[in-house]
């Protein structure tokens, strides 16, 4: 079974887009990804998330409001997953925060 | 060569989030993608773009306004590629155009 897409949540609500390059090797990797979404769906203010990987990752996950944004930033599990991200799994990577202003879809 | 990740580009500036779920098969799946991110590239207040595809695909592009984002979406070989994207490329697909309002990065 694929995951599907998150849904549309009806703007205004926050995205916050990190893109990754990562280094070579696992290192755990693939455990702390799978727990961080499963910690970030326990937040106060999460909505979805989506996330790919090929050359880059990309992950963009949706929350209710700036505030939602900031505490899932500093959740100390989440923090510490940051430091051994710089330390050991990304080469490089981006963070955006954005406000939703605007979203439609489409399914067979 | 792999590429490299978007660079920061100081907002306020556009994101569009454009995930999709792709149907079974090619069908020119992927010349169409490739020359879609080449004519993305020549458009005014166009920034950059960052893309991965595993269960989901994510594309996200970078735009100075909205008006470069409604220009892009207008655009006649664009709109031809959307109307064959919903017809045979995609399963299911979301667009968010978001205000990027926050943004910083790291590199080893």
């Given at each position: 079974m694929?995951?599907?897409?998150a849904?549309l949540?009806?703007p205004?609500y926050?995205?916050?887009i990190f893109?990754?390059?990562r280094?070579?090797?696992?290192?755990?990797?693939g455990?702390?990804a799978e727990?961080m979404?499963?910690?970030?769906?326990?937040?106060?203010?999460y909505?979805?998330?989506?996330?790919a990987?090929?050359?880059a990752?990309?992950?963009?996950s949706?929350?209710?409001?700036l505030e939602?944004?900031?505490s899932?930033k500093?959740?100390?599990?989440?923090?510490?997953?940051q430091?051994?991200?710089?330390?050991?799994?990304?080469?490089?990577?981006?963070?955006r925060?954005?406000?939703?202003?605007?979203?439609y879809?489409f399914?067979?």
């Amino acid at each position: 079974m694929r995951m599907p897409l998150a849904p549309l949540f009806s703007p205004p609500y926050f995205a916050v887009i990190f893109t990754s390059l990562r280094t070579e090797g696992d290192a755990d990797y693939g455990a702390m990804a799978e727990r961080m979404e499963e910690l970030a769906r326990e937040q106060s203010g999460y909505l979805g998330i989506d996330s790919a990987r090929s050359e880059a990752g990309i992950t963009v996950s949706y929350w209710r409001d700036l505030e939602s944004v900031r505490s899932w930033k500093q959740q100390w599990e989440h923090r510490d997953a940051q430091r051994q991200g710089r330390e050991k799994w990304y080469e490089a990577y981006t963070v955006r925060v954005c406000r939703v202003e605007h979203e439609y879809d489409f399914a067979k």
